[in-house]
């Protein structure tokens, strides 16, 4: 009787302990699932064509990462609160260019240094904590095209992203990788079999992370297009365009001319059509144009590729070097009015602002109203002393109104749609021509 007690007893307590030892079995699991997740659940396993509508409106930290030593390119090296101004500012994705060649041994395993590695995910955290999309990329790493035919040259880049991939391995969702930038001598055939090689090594440590690929040369709409699409279901493609580059790189002559709007219109054309029929999510990562533009024409540029992008669903991320194509004033921490321009520009909203001078105090305003939906048109205007500011309001079927009070001043203008509850929709900035 005794010994029958005490068996009951015996299993009543190993079961005990196999139910305790399920349990704890189940809350390591998910805790293992939380920490592989980092703290963004919603994310994991989200396809790109879902992603890629949380990502539109994007900005690079061009030439900081990728200069061969820090600082060499007119930038010192990323601050944490650049982070809070572009997600203050509306951006959604901040895309960090780099370059491991010069922080990478040249004798195998070709191990990149670790003062390095932990420089660049601390700047990668900094965003993810603040719920930004973030793509890190291999940048102006030349010396892999260089010397693409020594296989020993095409290991050592291998390696380089078999160790990124390991160490970001845990990161955010919203973390993704860009394989190569604007790779100009390569052929075809090079950044097919590349895109493949890197591909496969990534998939390792992060078997649905999203890649994002290109095509060869400087990575234009046309080498996207025609680059071998990888077998994967997590993938993105990229393309740049600083179309004309006589205009946006050089600084020569004007732009905005039915022409020259039609042909950016056809480029966004041609790869929202490749997407579709590819189910393959596209962002344009690199555009711009130089200070040195004349300034109306740079006004119009920058609102035609955006308006494009976000009429055809393609993510954009300005190009921003901190000089010529600089955005984002650094050390001041402020803003010119291209950042409007990226965050308030929509298909729907007003554009084609002209400022024509009358008289000596009276300007002529003009532009193309694209929707009836909104409460009213505000008109700005801003001087060399002062922000934008509004100087009256008007109809929304009104397309034309007169500044009588401009005497001894320089203005610059630009219209809203204001809406009550959707946001308002910026017109490009005009100066009086």
């Known amino acids: 009787m005794i010994s029958k007690t005490l068996n009951k007893v015996s299993i009543k307590r190993h079961g005990s302990l196999f139910l305790f030892l399920l349990i704890l079995i189940f809350l390591f699991a998910c805790q293992d699932k939380t920490d592989d997740n980092s703290n963004d659940n919603s994310l994991q396993f989200e396809k790109p064509q879902s992603v890629i509508k949380n990502m539109m409106r994007g900005i690079?930290?061009?030439?900081?990462?990728e200069p061969?030593?820090?600082?060499?390119?007119?930038?010192?090296?990323?601050?944490?609160?650049?982070?809070?101004?572009?997600?203050?500012?509306?951006?959604?994705?901040?895309?960090i260019p780099i370059r491991w060649d010069?922080?990478?041994?040249?004798?195998a395993p070709y191990s990149i240094d670790n003062s390095w590695l932990d420089l660049v995910e601390m700047v990668v955290d900094w965003g993810l904590e603040r719920d930004l999309y973030i793509i890190i990329n291999s940048h102006h790493d030349w010396w892999l095209v260089d010397g693409y035919s020594d296989r020993e040259v095409q290991k050592r880049f291998e390696n380089i992203w078999r160790q990124v991939s390991e160490r970001f391995e845990n990161k955010s969702p919203r973390l993704f990788f860009e394989i190569i930038n604007e790779p100009h001598g390569l052929t075809q055939e090079n950044?097919?079999?590349?895109?493949?090689?890197?591909?496969?090594?990534i998939r390792v440590k992060n078997p649905k992370r999203i890649v994002i690929y290109s095509g060869h040369e400087w990575s234009n709409s046309t080498h996207l297009l025609s680059a071998k699409i990888p077998d994967d279901d997590y993938i993105m493609g990229y393309f740049h365009a600083y179309d004309p580059w006589e205009f946006s790189g050089k600084g020569n002559g004007v732009w905005g001319s039915k022409n020259d709007i039609n042909a950016i219109k056809s480029k966004f054309e041609s790869v929202a059509k490749w997407s579709t029929n590819n189910n393959i999510p596209v962002m344009i990562s690199e555009f711009g144009a130089v200070h040195d533009c004349d300034y109306n024409s740079r006004m119009l540029h920058y609102s035609t590729y955006v308006d494009q992008a976000i009429?055809?669903?393609?993510?954009?991320?300005?190009?921003?070097?901190?000089?010529?194509?600089?955005?984002?004033?650094?050390t001041a921490?402020?803003?010119?009015?291209?950042?409007?321009?990226?965050?308030?520009?929509y298909p729907e909203g007003p554009t084609m602002l002209k400022a024509r001078l009358q008289t000596d105090s009276s300007v002529r305003l003009t532009w193309q109203n694209r929707t009836i939906s909104n409460e009213r048109i505000i008109i700005e205007r801003k001087t060399e002393n002062s922000a934008f500011l509004p100087i009256t309001e008007v109809g929304v079927n009104t397309a034309e109104y007169v500044d009588k009070d401009i005497e001894g001043l320089m203005p610059i203008y630009r219209v809203?749609?204001?809406?009550?509850?959707?946001?308002?929709?910026?017109?490009?900035?005009?100066?009086?021509?």
């Open 60 to 65: 690079n930290i061009g030439n900081t990462l």
């Open 68 to 95: 061969p030593t820090v600082g060499e390119w007119n930038n010192g090296f990323i601050k944490e609160h650049y982070f809070d101004d572009y997600k203050e500012a509306g951006f959604s994705t901040i895309r």
């Open 102 to 107: 010069k922080h990478t041994s040249n004798i």
């Open 191 to 201: 950044i097919n079999e590349l895109n493949e090689k890197i591909l496969s090594i």
């Open 311 to 330: 009429l055809h669903g393609i993510a954009f991320q300005a190009w921003d070097d901190g000089g010529q194509f600089g955005i984002y004033e650094r």
């Open 333 to 345: 921490r402020t803003w010119p009015e291209v950042k409007d321009i990226l965050i308030h520009t």
């Open 416 to 433: 809203i749609a204001d809406f009550s509850s959707d946001p308002d929709m910026y017109s490009n900035p005009a100066r009086i021509k």
